[in-house]
């Protein structure tokens, strides 16, 4: 099993930064790709940003726009989203995601999850 834990979400102001963290333990945690999805309010999960067990990253062009950044911390077991510029948009519940050998739209296992919540 793979538990997943985000933290670092919160209220921030129109063009503001915020550094989501993802904190990984398990078994076999370096066999899965990791990634981020975010659910606005009322609305379905999109996928945000992934990356492989190689270093391999992906990101979702419609919903970041360039504006995040995924990374990985394997001495701290740990994947971080960076999310910057935001706008109100980008209020949406944040989760770190864990899917076997690459990264897919029904990963394995789900964080709790993390708010971000965007005021202008």
């Known amino acids: 099993q793979v538990q997943l834990v985000e933290s670092g979400g919160g209220l921030v102001q129109v063009g503001g930064s915020l550094r989501l963290s993802c904190a990984v333990s398990g078994r076999d945690v370096s066999n899965y790709a990791m990634g981020w999805f975010r659910q606005p309010p009322g609305e379905e999960r999109e996928f945000v940003a992934s990356?492989?067990?190689?270093?391999?990253?992906?990101y979702s062009p419609h919903s970041v726009k360039g504006r995040f950044t995924i990374s990985t911390d394997n001495a701290k077991q740990a994947v971080y989203l960076e999310l910057s510029n935001l706008n109100p948009e980008d209020t949406a519940v944040y989760y770190c995601?864990?899917?076997?050998?690459?990264?897919?739209?029904?990963?394995?296992?789900w964080g709790q999850g993390t708010q971000v919540t965007v005021s202008s």
């Open positions: 995601a864990a899917s076997l050998w690459v990264f897919r739209s029904n990963p394995d296992y």
């Open positions: 990356i492989t067990w190689r270093g391999g990253v992906t």
